[in-house]
């Protein structure tokens, strides 16, 4: 797995492991054994949804344990001329002609639709590290690139706005 995280995805994940263990899977106990004393387990609809929702809570908690355990912790401080991560970086494609904005992220936090993308993506990739100005080249794959410029940089210090993505 070996995932990219920063200090802070690890403690938004440990938060959630925390309220999981602590209240959620409380909660979900509760329910299971709410629905059991309902009577006859096999035509029981309610005991097998409580069932399901316990084990997916608990899915959850082993996969982001997993995700901690195997990280590579990474800086998210960047120069202050420069692309780093949670920054939100106004881009020019030279073959569109459009301008977009895109803030850098780590791979747990990509969400594409809110224009969050990973550092690991091959825009990413290109950005990190470079100034305003700056013509780069991003790689897709080997038979396919394409240019940006770098129009502006805003360096963002809080990034509660991101949620760390369920599965």
Avoid: C, W
Wanted: glycine fraction near 4%; proline fraction near 1%.
């Amino acid at each position: 797995m070996h995932d990219k995280l920063t200090a802070s995805d690890i403690k938004k994940m440990e938060d959630e492991i925390e309220y999981r263990k602590l209240e959620l899977r409380k909660e979900l106990i509760q329910d299971v054994k709410d629905a059991r004393a309902q009577g006859d387990l096999s035509e029981n609809f309610e005991y097998y949804a409580a069932k399901r929702e316990k084990n997916r809570n608990e899915s959850r908690i082993r996969f982001l344990e997993r995700m901690i355990k195997t990280a590579e912790v990474i800086e998210d401080s960047s120069k202050e001329d420069e692309v780093g991560m949670n920054d939100r970086v106004e881009v020019y494609f030279e073959e569109d002609g459009l301008v977009e904005s895109y803030r850098i992220v780590t791979t747990v936090r990509v969400n594409s639709l809110n224009r969050l993308i990973s550092i690991e993506s091959p825009l990413g990739k290109a950005l990190i590290g470079k100034k305003v100005g700056d013509r780069v080249e991003v790689q897709v794959n080997p038979s396919y690139s394409y240019f940006i410029i770098i129009k502006n940089i805003e360096k963002i210090d809080d990034d509660s706005e991101d949620k760390i993505r369920s599965y």
